[in-house]
């Protein structure tokens, strides 16, 4: 009784979402022939083109750029009122052409602010570049040739500035090809002199609170580029090989806790493992875990004593091809208070000492510690007092201090082979292995670097990431797992190296002391260079005289009087703090909502950022995080020049050399290539990858032209029906349209632009082209102009038009505007961006009428798969259901026992259907049943009702209209009546 009661509440809902539809059908017939039948048909018309190509293509997307007002959007948007969203742009370098990199991240963010415009936001993102640095100055002088010898610090940057300039033109024209919004007579560049000068008071204000300090330690250090690097410029090779080598360290001084395991034997040697030959003449000390066990172990083929780490006695053994027998075991405590000496230098001794790095998953257990060239090592050398002699020099090149048979070598080449042969005179060489290893590259010049200690500048993160990390983990992060990896980089960063040994860039602003060295740097010397630099540039360092960057003025107040006694420094500020501090000059004070970079700015351009805005603001300067991966070509290779395998976005939208080869596809299809990408990992592109994308959109233009072409002469403000008086299956599109609007909106806010494309496509292909057009072509076609059925259906399509139109518009901006253009109901030509965005009425929502729809389409399958490849109108259909709520909603889209224009017989695209309770009596013997079930869910699960029906398909009996090519006329030569009553009152000549 429950279910009868919902089910007829199902039914009540159907009938108050829309009425019955009679038809007054006129007799007659008529002497006209073929041709002229035809000629009644309404078939679409329209001139948007299907598929434009080559120079067409590209000449409609420049006019829809000009005539639509692209340039001038971002300015229209800005003078309105709305709520501020801000995209901070992550400026690009400005070291080469524009590549896919760039077009991926650039339209991203496009994409992100054409949604957020169309949503009503005032959008605000100021494109940037920058514009200083060793990659700049490389290839400037690259340009210069054998005249780079001869240049001045003066010249270099001026010839650096001048390349950097020629290739900001370069992609900032290739950005605006691109479609991506902005003003672009309005960017930021990291070398105009109000950025510079806001640069040197973030430096201050860091300075002042005591986070920068100069000191002498270990880092990363180019000998390709004489410069120190930080570790966002390293990239690494997983496949670099060393010259690793095993060493003995023989025991001097016997610690407390180890015995002598035999009288008869030599003595006891520390066995060492490194990769790294060429720093054994800066060891120290030998480092061991305190709360690990070492053994002593006796080898049968020499009958040394070795000492190393127990866990690492048999993997040691096999690489040297030796037997160990372990004599003693003692725990890493026990070790305290022993003394080596050094393997090649007579007279020095090596401590062993505690540290909490060493590991037993390589090696020996035991670490070779030269605190001049690894971080860790600085540590022990540090805590235990250590002498921190750097014996390598700029260029990679052992010193003096050396000795001679070292100086003037190259560390990992000839020095590295001179270290070696040196352990093996002394005998102190067991074995040398090469292996290959991950280890880090100079990202500019791609050559190995070293680590050395050197007098730098330093930020001191170690005590600002905690706070960093606090705030940071507030921020949403898209994926989620670029957070923990940004948490792990600031846990392992304890201190940020912020100089460089280079001339283009921002100088470090310190006065050094000719005789003690001491920096002078205070409030006069930086409110004086601030100044200048405002006034003209960071040039100003190198091109006045020091006694005006160091006036008497600033250097009384300094308390000193000579400026003869002082030297400026030479030194640049690190082009990660050049970026890092955008913050504070385009944001002026606000935080951004998104920063939206590829995943190498997440030891990048990301930390940096939120270093400086912590250490200076106490705050983080971005809300989101957006990381996209790199762009690889179609079969996962990374991208280069040398190999032949870059993908040029100007030959991607302009075409290449051969046409047939490299065809142009448009910048529409670039950024439906980005958008469909799944961006949050490596993104492939390649032909195959364009190809599929231009077919994506060709399918939408196809799509388009449908509609738009069957939307001619149609007017929304005097033709549109009223939903609640549609037919069932037009209220069941807006209902479908409205889902649809609501998870497309959804997923822009998720920047899950791939969900866009899919939905899209699935949209058009599922729900509009395979089923709805094909069910009412018929009634376009074929029903009077002004019909209330055809009207109903175009209210339809002037609805999906519209919402489809704006869903792809932040991807498809060309498209979007052709199509806007196109719609003949649009009183002037407005850019659909400034429209707003989608308009989906809640009141499409209709569940209660889902059932019926989706009942009806289960047995019309059952119909279709039982005549593949054949015409559905040539069968009559005879529907068998017992009473129930099926019935009774299928009765509702027929209310005639039998009719060929009900709703039932329009989504079984038949010629007939019979709506039936039993099975007919008078049915052949050999008739064939389709049997099949629905489930009918109500009340979101808490009722269900399984009905089974019968589908007899049986050939139409009636004859084909020569006019509709249904089998429902009783003459070939005569109309159906359905097509009489629609010509009627045009067959009056």
Same mark, same amino acid.
């Not at 035809?38 to 329209?46: D, K």
């Not at 434009?52 to 229209?76: A, D, H, N, T, V």
């Not at 270099?156 to 290739?174: L, S, V």
């Not at 005006?548 to 420094?569: M, R, Y």
């Given at each position: 009784?429950?279910?009868?009661?919902?089910?007829?509440?199902?039914? #009540?809902?159907?009938?108050?979402?829309?009425?019955?539809?009679?038809?007054?059908?006129?007799?007659?017939?008529?002497?006209?022939?073929?041709?002229?039948?035809?000629?009644?048909?309404?078939?679409?018309?329209?001139?948007?083109?299907?598929?434009?190509?080559?120079?067409?293509?590209?000449?409609?997307?420049?006019?829809?750029?000009?005539?639509?007002?692209?340039?001038?959007?971002?300015?229209?948007?800005?003078?309105?009122?709305?709520?501020?969203?801000?995209?901070?742009?992550?400026?690009?370098?400005?070291?080469?052409?524009?590549?896919?990199?760039?077009?991926?991240?650039?339209?991203?963010?496009?994409?992100?602010?054409?949604?957020?415009?169309?949503?009503?936001?005032?959008?605000?993102?100021?494109?940037?570049?920058?514009?200083?640095?060793?990659?700049?100055?490389?290839?400037?002088? !690259?340009?210069? #040739?054998?005249?780079?010898?001869?240049?001045?610090?003066?010249?270099?940057?001026?010839?650096?500035?001048? &390349?950097?300039?020629?290739?900001?033109?370069?992609?900032?024209?290739?950005? %605006?090809?691109?479609?991506?919004?902005?003003?672009?007579?309005?960017?930021?560049?990291?070398?105009?002199?109000?950025?510079? !000068?806001?640069?040197?008071?973030?430096?201050?204000?860091?300075?002042?609170?005591?986070?920068?300090?100069?000191?002498?330690?270990?880092?990363?250090?180019?000998?390709?580029?004489?410069?120190?690097?930080?570790?966002?410029?390293?990239?690494?090779?997983?496949?670099?090989?060393?010259?690793?080598?095993?060493?003995?360290?023989?025991?001097?001084?016997?610690?407390?806790?180890?015995?002598?395991?035999?009288?008869?034997?030599?003595?006891?040697?520390?066995?060492?493992?490194?990769?790294?030959?060429?720093?054994?003449?800066?060891?120290?000390?030998?480092?061991?875990?305190?709360?690990?066990?070492?053994?002593?172990?006796?080898?049968?083929?020499?009958?040394?004593?070795?000492?190393?780490?127990?866990?690492?006695?048999?993997?040691?053994?096999?690489?040297?091809?030796?037997?160990?027998?372990?004599?003693?075991?003692?725990?890493?405590?026990?070790?305290?208070?022993?003394?080596?000496?050094?393997?090649?230098?007579?007279?020095?001794?090596?401590?062993?000492?505690?540290?909490?790095?060493?590991?037993?998953?390589? @090696?020996?257990?035991?670490?070779?510690?030269?605190?001049?060239?690894?971080?860790?090592?600085? @540590?022990?050398?540090?805590?235990?007092?250590?002498?921190?002699?750097?014996?390598?020099?700029?260029?990679?090149?052992?010193?003096?201090?050396?000795?001679?048979?070292?100086?003037?070598?190259?560390?990992?080449?000839?020095?590295?082979?001179?270290?070696?042969?040196?352990?093996?005179?002394?005998?102190?060489?067991?074995?040398?292995?090469?292996?290959?290893?991950?280890?880090?590259?100079?990202?500019?010049?791609?050559?190995?670097?070293?680590?050395?200690?050197?007098?730098?500048?330093?930020?001191?993160?170690?005590?600002?990431?905690?706070?960093?990390?606090?705030?940071?983990?507030?921020?949403?992060?898209?994926?989620?797992?670029?957070?923990?990896?940004?948490?792990?980089?600031?846990?392992?960063?304890?201190?940020?190296?912020?100089?460089?040994?280079?001339?283009?860039?921002?100088?470090?602003?310190?006065?050094?002391?000719?005789?003690?060295?001491?920096?002078?740097?205070?409030?006069?010397?930086?409110?004086?260079?601030?100044?200048?630099?405002?006034?003209?540039?960071?040039?100003?360092?190198?091109?006045?005289?020091?006694?005006?960057?160091?006036?008497?003025?600033?250097?009384?107040?300094?308390?000193?009087?000579?400026?003869?006694?002082?030297?400026? @420094?030479?030194? %640049?500020?690190?082009?990660? &703090?050049?970026?890092?501090?955008?913050?504070?000059?385009?944001?002026?004070?606000?935080?951004?909502?998104?920063?939206?970079?590829?995943?190498?700015?997440?030891?990048?351009?990301?930390?940096?950022?939120?270093?400086?805005?912590?250490?200076?603001?106490?705050?983080?300067?971005?809300?989101?995080?957006?990381?996209?991966?790199?762009?690889?070509?179609?079969?996962?290779?990374?991208?280069?020049?040398?190999?032949?395998?870059?993908?040029?976005?100007?030959?991607?939208?302009?075409?290449?050399?051969?046409?047939?080869?490299?065809?142009?596809?448009?910048?529409?299809?670039?950024?439906?290539?980005?958008?469909?990408?799944?961006?949050?990992?490596?993104?492939?592109?390649?032909?195959?990858?364009?190809?599929?994308?231009?077919?994506?959109?060709?399918?939408?233009?196809?799509?388009?032209?449908?509609?738009?072409?069957?939307?001619?002469?149609?007017?929304?403000?005097?033709?549109?029906?009223?939903?609640?008086?549609?037919?069932?299956?037009?209220?069941?599109?807006?209902?479908?349209?409205?889902?649809?609007?609501?998870?497309?909106?959804?997923?822009?806010?998720?920047?899950?632009?791939?969900?866009?494309?899919?939905?899209?496509?699935?949209?058009?292909?599922?729900?509009?082209?395979?089923?709805? &057009?094909?069910?009412?072509?018929?009634?376009?076609?074929?029903?009077?102009?002004?019909?209330?059925?055809?009207?109903?259906?175009?209210?339809?399509?002037?609805?999906?038009?519209?919402?489809?139109?704006?869903?792809?518009?932040?991807?498809?901006?060309?498209?979007?505007?052709?199509?806007?253009?196109?719609?003949?109901?649009?009183?002037?030509?407005?850019?659909?961006?400034?429209?707003?965005?989608?308009?989906?009425?809640?009141?499409?929502?209709?569940?209660?009428?889902?059932?019926?729809?989706?009942?009806?389409?289960?047995?019309?399958?059952? &119909?279709?798969?039982?005549?593949?490849?054949?015409?559905?109108?040539?069968?009559?259909?005879?529907?068998?259901?017992?009473?129930?709520?099926?019935?009774?909603?299928?009765?509702?889209?027929?209310?005639?026992?039998?009719?060929?224009?009900?709703?039932?017989?329009?989504?079984?695209?038949?010629?007939?259907?019979?709506?039936?309770?039993?099975?007919?009596?008078?049915?052949?013997?050999?008739?064939?049943?389709?049997?099949?079930?629905?489930?009918?869910?109500?009340?979101?699960?808490?009722?269900?009702?399984?009905?089974?029906?019968?589908?007899?398909?049986?050939?139409?009996?009636?004859?084909?209209?020569?006019?509709?090519?249904?089998?429902?006329?009783?003459?070939?030569?005569?109309?159906?009546?359905?097509?009489?009553?629609?010509?009627?009152?045009?067959?009056?000549?």
């Amino acid at each position: 009784m429950m279910l009868a009661l919902r089910g007829r509440s199902l039914v #009540g809902k159907l009938r108050a979402a829309g009425g019955r539809h009679r038809l007054s059908v006129a007799s007659g017939s008529s002497s006209h022939g073929k041709n002229k039948f035809r000629e009644t048909v309404l078939l679409p018309r329209t001139d948007f083109p299907m598929r434009p190509s080559g120079k067409e293509l590209l000449e409609k997307e420049l006019q829809i750029q000009r005539e639509c007002g692209f340039s001038e959007l971002y300015s229209w948007q800005r003078n309105r009122k709305g709520k501020e969203f801000c995209v901070h742009d992550g400026p690009p370098y400005a070291n080469g052409d524009p590549h896919v990199g760039h077009a991926l991240n650039k339209i991203l963010k496009d994409i992100t602010n054409r949604f957020q415009m169309m949503r009503g936001s005032r959008v605000h993102f100021v494109p940037g570049w920058d514009c200083h640095g060793l990659p700049i100055e490389l290839r400037a002088l !690259a340009e210069c #040739g054998e005249e780079a010898k001869t240049l001045s610090p003066v010249e270099i940057r001026q010839k650096a500035r001048e &390349f950097a300039e020629r290739t900001i033109e370069r992609q900032r024209a290739a950005f %605006i090809r691109w479609g991506v919004m902005a003003d672009w007579n309005n960017c930021y560049y990291t070398i105009d002199k109000q950025y510079e !000068a806001k640069q040197l008071q973030v430096f201050h204000k860091m300075f002042d609170k005591g986070y920068i300090y100069q000191d002498y330690k270990p880092v990363f250090w180019s000998p390709s580029t004489r410069t120190a690097l930080a570790e966002a410029e390293l990239e690494y090779n997983e496949q670099h090989i060393s010259r690793s080598v095993y060493v003995k360290f023989p025991l001097i001084k016997t610690p407390s806790g180890l015995t002598s395991a035999s009288d008869n034997v030599s003595s006891v040697h520390a066995l060492i493992w490194t990769t790294q030959p060429w720093t054994i003449p800066a060891n120290q000390a030998v480092c061991y875990m305190p709360n690990t066990q070492y053994s002593v172990v006796k080898c049968l083929n020499t009958e040394e004593l070795y000492l190393l780490g127990t866990e690492c006695v048999d993997s040691t053994a096999a690489i040297l091809g030796k037997q160990f027998e372990i004599l003693q075991t003692v725990t890493g405590s026990d070790l305290e208070g022993g003394v080596c000496s050094h393997p090649t230098i007579p007279g020095r001794e090596s401590q062993l000492l505690p540290a909490n790095h060493v590991t037993m998953v390589k @090696g020996t257990g035991l670490v070779h510690t030269a605190p001049a060239h690894g971080m860790e090592d600085y @540590g022990v050398a540090s805590h235990h007092k250590l002498s921190v002699d750097c014996l390598v020099d700029e260029d990679g090149l052992f010193t003096e201090s050396a000795g001679f048979e070292l100086q003037n070598k190259y560390v990992l080449n000839e020095g590295n082979e001179t270290v070696i042969q040196m352990l093996h005179a002394a005998n102190m060489l067991l074995k040398e292995v090469e292996v290959s290893h991950r280890y880090p590259y100079d990202w500019r010049t791609k050559k190995p670097v070293i680590i050395r200690s050197s007098k730098q500048w330093f930020i001191d993160t170690a005590s600002i990431k905690d706070r960093a990390q606090e705030l940071l983990q507030k921020v949403q992060t898209i994926p989620q797992s670029a957070m923990n990896s940004m948490l792990a980089m600031l846990d392992r960063r304890t201190y940020w190296c912020i100089s460089r040994q280079r001339c283009w860039g921002v100088p470090i602003p310190v006065f050094y002391h000719k005789e003690t060295a001491e920096p002078l740097i205070n409030k006069y010397t930086r409110a004086h260079l601030i100044k200048l630099v405002e006034e003209h540039g960071s040039d100003c360092w190198w091109t006045l005289p020091l006694d005006q960057l160091l006036t008497k003025e600033v250097l009384k107040k300094s308390g000193a009087s000579d400026v003869s006694n002082f030297v400026k @420094g030479e030194d %640049i500020l690190d082009i990660w &703090f050049d970026s890092g501090i955008s913050w504070a000059y385009v944001l002026e004070g606000n935080v951004a909502d998104v920063y939206l970079e590829g995943k190498d700015q997440l030891g990048g351009w990301f930390q940096s950022s939120l270093l400086t805005s912590v250490a200076v603001e106490k705050q983080i300067p971005y809300r989101k995080l957006v990381v996209h991966g790199f762009t690889l070509n179609e079969t996962g290779e990374k991208m280069s020049k040398s190999v032949g395998n870059v993908v040029d976005p100007d030959v991607v939208i302009n075409g290449g050399l051969d046409p047939n080869q490299d065809p142009p596809y448009g910048a529409d299809v670039l950024r439906w290539w980005v958008a469909e990408s799944n961006v949050f990992t490596e993104v492939l592109i390649g032909q195959n990858v364009l190809h599929a994308a231009r077919d994506d959109v060709f399918k939408l233009r196809n799509t388009f032209r449908f509609m738009l072409g069957n939307l001619c002469n149609f007017d929304p403000e005097t033709d549109a029906v009223p939903s609640e008086q549609m037919l069932i299956v037009d209220q069941y599109m807006l209902h479908l349209l409205q889902d649809y609007s609501t998870k497309i909106t959804a997923a822009y806010k998720e920047y899950d632009f791939g969900k866009v494309t899919r939905l899209v496509l699935a949209f058009i292909n599922r729900e509009l082209s395979n089923f709805y &057009f094909s069910i009412v072509k018929d009634r376009l076609y074929c029903e009077d102009e002004k019909h209330p059925k055809r009207r109903s259906c175009q209210t339809v399509l002037d609805e999906a038009l519209d919402v489809i139109t704006r869903s792809i518009a932040p991807i498809l901006p060309h498209l979007a505007e052709e199509v806007f253009q196109h719609q003949s109901n649009k009183k002037e030509p407005l850019s659909v961006f400034r429209t707003g965005w989608i308009k989906a009425s809640s009141v499409w929502k209709k569940p209660g009428i889902v059932e019926a729809i989706e009942g009806a389409c289960a047995m019309r399958d059952s &119909f279709l798969s039982s005549i593949p490849g054949k015409n559905s109108t040539e069968y009559d259909l005879t529907i068998i259901i017992e009473p129930c709520l099926l019935f009774e909603l299928m009765e509702h889209l027929q209310d005639e026992q039998i009719s060929s224009s009900s709703q039932l017989n329009e989504l079984m695209m038949a010629s007939h259907t019979t709506l039936l309770t039993r099975v007919p009596h008078d049915l052949p013997i050999d008739t064939d049943f389709i049997e099949g079930k629905f489930v009918i869910n109500l009340e979101g699960g808490d009722i269900i009702e399984e009905s089974s029906y019968k589908v007899i398909v049986q050939s139409a009996t009636k004859e084909r209209c020569p006019r509709c090519k249904k089998y429902t006329s009783e003459s070939a030569q005569t109309p159906c009546p359905r097509c009489l009553e629609a010509i009627a009152e045009k067959w009056n000549t």
